[in-house]
């Protein structure tokens, strides 16, 4: 028998880290059946008396506390960064020149087994409408064919197909992924981005920022609850009796 509270415990159990994106009823029947393979794991555990053996009770220790630390920090600092649209769009007006996207090259290009099969791209690459065509294509499917090369990402990539002009087809260029071929399509001039365009970048980096603040701030705080006494003759013997010393039940 496997409940509802079964699950819940099992979740709540689990490092924030690890916890699975349950989004569907397949994803709910994943999480029952490790939960069950969990179930039959402790009770065989149980039945050998494995906690009992010093080396498993020490990994076991050490496990919990680095899942209540990570609860810790999901709780008192991940937890605790503000996403809503105010605080974004606040964070997003304080920095709004570092989402503006630089001049970018427009390239059809793809990247084929063999020289051959690249060398028969380039020729209908070439042919204007046959690129279009193309083009048309992964624009409609989302493909990986379309790619905007900046100078920050790739400066000799970028100048390359800048000094080719728009209509040039470069290649085919051995890589270690195949043969790469590319039809230059456009210049891409820089210009600002409106808050939707870049929001999803915005959270991240906002949640990173202002995550990595508490974080800072949870670990000053702690660092101020705890009171460090260091013990000067304990610390000098422990340097004059050597190494070993530290294996000594002293």
Avoid: K
């Amino acid at each position: 028998e496997y409940r509802v509270a079964d699950v819940l415990g099992a979740w709540a159990r689990l490092s924030p880290v690890y916890r699975p994106r349950v989004a569907t009823a397949d994803d709910v029947r994943d999480l029952v059946a490790n939960g069950l393979f969990e179930r039959l794991l402790r009770l065989d555990a149980a039945a050998r008396g494995l906690e009992a053996r010093p080396d498993v009770a020490a990994r076991l220790a050490a496990e919990r506390e680095r899942i209540a630390v990570s609860h810790l920090v999901a709780r008192e600092v991940y937890g605790r960064v503000p996403v809503d649209t105010l605080t974004l769009l606040r964070f997003y007006r304080a920095h709004e020149a570092d989402w503006a996207l630089p001049t970018r090259m427009r390239a059809l290009t793809l990247v084929l087994d063999d020289r051959a099969e690249a060398e028969a791209m380039a020729v209908r690459l070439r042919d204007a409408a046959a690129a279009e065509s193309l083009a048309a294509r992964a624009r409609r499917a989302g493909s990986s064919w379309l790619e905007d090369v900046r100078a920050d990402a790739d400066s000799a990539r970028f100048a390359r197909l800048a000094r080719a002009g728009t209509g040039t087809v470069l290649g085919p260029e051995e890589t270690p992924a195949g043969w790469r071929v590319s039809r230059v399509l456009a210049v891409l001039p820089g210009r600002a981005r409106t808050f939707d365009e870049c929001q999803p970048e915005l959270l991240q980096r906002w949640y990173d920022e202002d995550g990595e603040r508490r974080m800072q701030e949870l670990l000053a705080r702690a660092r101020a609850a705890v009171r460090v006494e260091v013990r000067a003759a304990a610390l000098e013997r422990l340097v004059a009796d050597g190494p070993g010393a530290l294996r000594s039940p002293r």
